[in-house]
Structure formats: C-alpha cells, structure tokens
C-alpha cells in the first residue's frame, strides 16, 4: 500500500520536474546569464526568508571551482521529518514537488513572490546535481540528486555534531544541457545582490566567496545601520547637502515601512524600493505613499517657515526630488505584484499607510535638524524656480511656431513612413557624416539628425539651462516625446533611436554624453529598449578587388588568417564616418540586414547612476580613479 504511493507520487514528481526542464523560460524567464544567476537567488532566498523570521542571522555563499554553487545558512534547517501531505521528507518534498517552497506554515514575510518563488526544485530539475544538508538536533541529515531531480539515495543521516546549531546547506551545478549559453557564474551579479541584501536586512552576515582563483576571494556585508548605510553609498561619489542622513520607520497592520534619504547637489533622482527585498523597479503604492508625503511636507515645512511665500508657485514632486537619495523597504504579509515585469506593488492599502508613517518620521527629521531642513527647502525651490523658467522658454518657443528648428544643426531629414514600429532615428555627430547617412539611409523608415560634436553635459545642469540647448531641444522635438512632467511615450515618432557616432575617443564622448542624457531625462525609453549604438566598423581590409570591413581586432585578425598565404591585402583603419562612401556607411553599418546593432539595457541601475556619476558629474577624484581603474580594460578594448 505504501509503496504504491510513493510509487505514484514519484511519477508525479517526476513529470513535474521534467516540465520544467520542458520549459525553463517560463520558471526562471530564460536559460540565459540571468536565468542561471537565477538559481542562486532561488536558494539564498529560502535563506533570507530564514532571516526574516527570525531564525539566522548569517548567510554564506561560495562560488566552487567547477562553478557549482553552494549556499548555507544558521537557520532552523528545512524540516526533516515526513511531509504530512505528499508521505516522503519534507526535505524531499522541498526539493521535489513544484511550489513545496510555498511553505506550509503560512504567515511572515516572505521574499517569495514577484520574479522570485518559483522555489529549490526548480533548481534541482535545472541542475545535473544537487546536495542538500541539514543540521538539526545534532545530526547532520543529507540527500543527493542528479540529472535535474533524480534521487540519487533517500533522505538520511550521515554524522552527528555538537551543540545547539542548526542550518541548511545546499550547493548545486546548474546543468550545461539547459544553461547552453553559460554555465559560469559572475562574480559581481551576485556581489552586487548579496551586498543589497545585506543593506536590506540589517545585522544580516553575507559573506561571499569564490574559489575559482588560486587565491580566492572573500566579501563580506553586515550592516548595522541598513538601508542607511546603503543611501551613503547612493552618494558616495556626490556632494550630499543635509548631514545627517535621514531615517524613518514604523508599522501599521503588519505592514513595515523603512525609508532612508538625503539629498546630494546633483540634479538627478534617486529612487529604489524593494517589497520584501524584492526591487519594485516599476514602483507601487509604497511608493506612492512616500512621494506623496514628502512633496506634501517639505511644502508645508517651507510655508510654516516663511520660505515658500504666498505668492510663489507651489512646489511639485519633481522640485522636492532633485538631487534626492532615497531607498524605500517595505515589509508586507501579502504583497501583491502587478506591472510588466511583477515588480510593481499593487496593494491599495499600503499606500496610505507608507504616507502616514514617512509623513510623521519626516515632520520629526526636518524640526529636529533645522539647518538640514534649510539646506532641503532651498533645494527644492531652486528646482521649482528652474523648471517654471524652463517651461516659459519652452511655450515661448512653442510660439514661434513649435520647437521645429531651422538652423543647420539639428535640422532632422525624417523619414516617409508614420509606422512608429518600423521607423528609426540616426543621431549622427557632425555634418560631415550627416552627408553620406542620408545618402546611405532607407529613406521610407531611417531618419538623420545631425547634431554638431559635444552636446551639454546634462549631469552638470539644470533642466532650465539643458533646455536651452540647441541640440538638445532638436532631439526632444524628433523624439516627439517632450520631457519632464510632460513626458509622453505614446507619443514617441520612432522604435529605434540610434546613436552613430564615429569609432574613436570623440565619438565614445559624444555617446556617453547622449546616454546620460537619455538616461536621465527619457529613462522610459532606456528601459523599453528603444535606445542603440550602431557598430561602425574600425577596420576595413582591401584584397584585389575586395573591400571587406570588421567591427574590431578579433573579427580582423579571424578575416586576415582565412585569407590564404599568397593573397596580398592592406588594413586601413576607419578614421570616421564621413571618410565612408554611403553605400559603405549602408552596408556596414545602416542596413538593417546586415548591420550590428547594439541594443541599450541596463542591468544594474544603481551601478549605472554611479557610472554616470562618476563620468559626467562635478566630482573630479573619483573619475580620475576610474579611469585609472578601467584603463587597461580600455587600452584592451581599443589596441
Ligand atoms: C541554503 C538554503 O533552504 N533554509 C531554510 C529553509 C526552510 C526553513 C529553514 C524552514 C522553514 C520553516 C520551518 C517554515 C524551509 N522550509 C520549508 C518547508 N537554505 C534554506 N531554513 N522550518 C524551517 O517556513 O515554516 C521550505 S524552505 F516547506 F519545509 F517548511
């Protein structure tokens, strides 16, 4: 009788298991880097779950030699006994059955949910093996499986310990036949994360270590002062202008709201909030909740003070967030997530609650440290008073007949099609290259803009003085978008907004200063993809009658040893795009069937705001260490 059940139980969990290796795109969202860096946050968040109960306060990882990974935490260890429902270990269970991870005590926060959740046996159908140890009463229980879940023994006890502790230990190799593209593990994906999660749960021990290197290396992140700590790192290459970072928490209804924050002199805005840890990229009502506390008491902070008169515009949002460093937390029994990528936080009640408690813990910051309160007033109304002027220049403009521009620079050549999908924008630097990329264009779906070298540097300015900028006006009117509190992205003329500039140093400027701005001011649009770099090639290679061009030193060096011992061929170096004739410029670069474009994604935002920073912003020693940092890497990349 028993056998027979566990019989039919194997079978299931056997289907189950192979449905996921049927289809991992739909488990882990693709087979990809991301989806194998997946499998670690699968595991570490059973850990943190641990460590938001309240059962363990140390979480180590270790990158293995042969690239498996194994994750241990000082929690209460995963059950050993037998599962009440499914008659085999609950550790079997864990491991086996689809969405065991669930758990089955209900209750507390969870980081399951959103991206994450799909749970350990997800990671042991991907994986070709997988341990699992647990610590628990003195004796130390162990179960293997290999081949993406098959039991290699049943669940048993394989030595015994001293002492009180108890733990987990898992460790894994994700399977190559799945993880075709790569089965190697980035040392800084999962750095990055670990540390996050550490900034997220104060007192937290993480602790990271790869083996891969003879001399292995160790990180390690505790934290007492949490997301404190994390703003300070938000701003550690910024000027911040209130000293003491300021810090708010409470609870309502077993829902925690943490926020940390302190303006920097930057212009731009600084926001991540994560439900649970999880990072609500597209924001929710927590979120809501805090923006709406914190325009509604500065403004009112301001007129109590006499700062903000009667006869003043009144402040917005976007005035009391320039220059804000801010990392919203937020605890909840039951978050529901929405958007299109479930990482916005959908529950209705959290917003007023999230207000409430920022409101209070705010008004107490800004009468406690009045001379922070100063310095954060006058901040905001700087910003009011430039965006009220960079809106008259702009329906001043708008007046004299539309943004259209008739100078020679930013003088757009559009394209004949209305099709938003199909049509594309060149931006290209200089007219000289203007010239054979309309020559070279589709002219149905390819529109130029020629924009003339060094547009401003937008981490430099205000929205006020940004708009007043040739260049910059032509790309908004192309764009078609407007900006700031106008920004409309239904309105947006083209799917592909490509920057072409030359293959050398000036023209690397030209598209580090274009993506700053793009990604400050039309972030939408980098984060929906619309953004590219075209790849003008760097060599061409003349054989006989043959012109043959190549994106870089490898692609050259593959091309010259094919060519055979006898063939004589000369390398020249493309010095710019208006060196190349258009149907050159068309094949190598333009045309969509032959061309390499390279798509625009960010990975890391707060890596890519610090990079921006560091490259664009006020501060010079930080930027001189970057590139003293990055310039091997650079002197590689362009030999
Ligand atoms: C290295 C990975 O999985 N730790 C871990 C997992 C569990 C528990 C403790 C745990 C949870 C509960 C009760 C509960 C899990 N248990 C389950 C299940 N580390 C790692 N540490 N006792 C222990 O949630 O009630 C799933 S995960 F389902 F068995 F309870």
Not at 620 to 632: G, H, M, S, Y
Request: one cysteine or more; a negative charge.
């Amino acid at each position: 009788m028993k056998e027979s059940t566990y019989n039919d139980n194997d079978i299931k969990v056997l289907k189950g298991l192979e449905a996921v290796r049927k289809r991992p795109g739909m488990y882990i969202g693709s087979t990809s880097s991301r989806g194998l860096h997946h499998l670690v946050w699968e595991i570490v968040d059973n850990s943190i779950d641990e460590a938001l109960a309240g059962f363990s306060d140390l979480i180590k990882v270790f990158i293995n030699k042969d690239n498996s990974i194994t994750v241990i935490d000082n929690g209460r260890g995963i059950p050993t006994g037998i599962h009440p429902k499914t008659g085999i270990s609950t550790i079997e269970t864990v491991l086996t059955i689809l969405h065991a991870g669930g758990k089955f005590g209900g209750g507390g926060y969870k980081v399951a949910g959103g991206l994450h959740g799909v749970g350990a046996s997800v990671v042991n159908a991907l994986s070709s093996f997988l341990e699992v140890k647990v610590y628990q009463n003195g004796s130390i229980y162990s179960m293997s499986f290999e081949n993406g879940g098959k039991a290699v023994e049943p669940l048993k006890v394989v030595g015994k310990y001293d002492g009180e502790k108890s733990g987990t230990c898992v460790t894994f190799k994700p399977d190559s036949e799945i993880f075709t593209e790569t089965t190697e593990f980035d040392h800084d994906i999962l750095k990055t994360r670990l540390r996050e999660l550490a900034f997220l749960n104060k007192n937290l021990k993480i602790i990271l270590t790869d083996e891969r290197k003879d001399e292995k290396i160790q990180d390690e992140f505790l934290y007492e002062g949490g997301i404190k700590e994390y703003v300070e790192l938000l701003n550690k290459n910024k000027t911040p202008l209130n000293k003491d970072i300021a810090h708010v928490e409470g609870e309502i209804d077993d829902i925690i709201i943490e926020v940390a924050l302190q303006y920097n002199k930057s212009y731009s805005e600084l926001i991540y909030s994560f439900v649970n840890n999880i990072n609500t990229h597209e924001g929710g009502t927590h979120e809501d909740g805090v923006k709406l506390a914190l325009t509604r008491e500065i403004k009112k902070y301001a007129q109590e003070k006499n700062i903000l008169k009667e006869k003043d515009e009144g402040l917005i949002g976007d005035d009391v967030r320039e220059g804000l460093a801010m990392i919203i937390s937020c605890k909840h029994p039951n978050p529901q997530f929405e958007g299109q990528t479930k990482t916005k936080l959908g529950n209705s009640e959290v917003k007023k609650i999230a207000s409430n408690i920022f409101a209070e813990g705010l008004r107490k910051f800004l009468l406690e440290n009045p001379n922070d309160a100063k310095i954060i007033v006058e901040k905001a109304m700087a910003a009011s008073k430039a965006r009220i002027a960079a809106k008259k220049a702009r329906e001043l403009t708008r007046r004299k007949g539309g943004l259209e521009l008739t100078t020679q620079w930013g003088k757009l050549t559009d394209c004949s099609s209305k099709d938003v999908n199909e049509s594309e924008l060149f931006i290209v630097e200089g007219n000289s290259a203007a010239g054979p990329a309309k020559q070279g264009r589709d002219s149905k779906i390819q529109a130029v803009l020629p924009i003339r070298g060094k547009i401003i540097n937008v981490e430099k300015s205000r929205i006020d003085k940004i708009l007043a900028n040739e260049e910059i006006r032509s790309l908004i009117t192309a764009f078609g978008t407007s900006v700031g509190d106008e920004f409309d992205i239904d309105k947006l003329r083209y799917n592909k907004i490509i920057i072409m500039t030359d293959a050398d140093v000036d023209g690397a400027h030209i598209r580090t200063l274009l993506l700053t701005f793009f990604y400050r001011y039309f972030k939408p649009l980098v984060e929906g993809g619309h953004i590219y770099a075209a790849q003008p090639p760097l060599f061409k290679i003349s054989h006989g009658k043959t012109n043959k061009y190549v994106l870089n030193q490898e692609d050259l060096d593959e091309y010259v040893s094919n060519l055979g011992e006898n063939t004589k061929y000369e390398i020249g170096r493309m010095k710019g795009l208006g060196e190349m004739d258009p149907i050159e410029l068309k094949e190598t670069t333009m045309d969509i069937k032959t061309r390499n474009l390279l798509k625009i994604e960010v990975d890391d935002a707060i890596l890519a705001d610090e990079t921006f920073q560091i490259l664009m912003g006020e501060e010079v020693a930080p930027r001189r260490k970057f590139i003293e940092d990055n310039a091997l890497n650079v002197r590689n990349l362009d030999v």
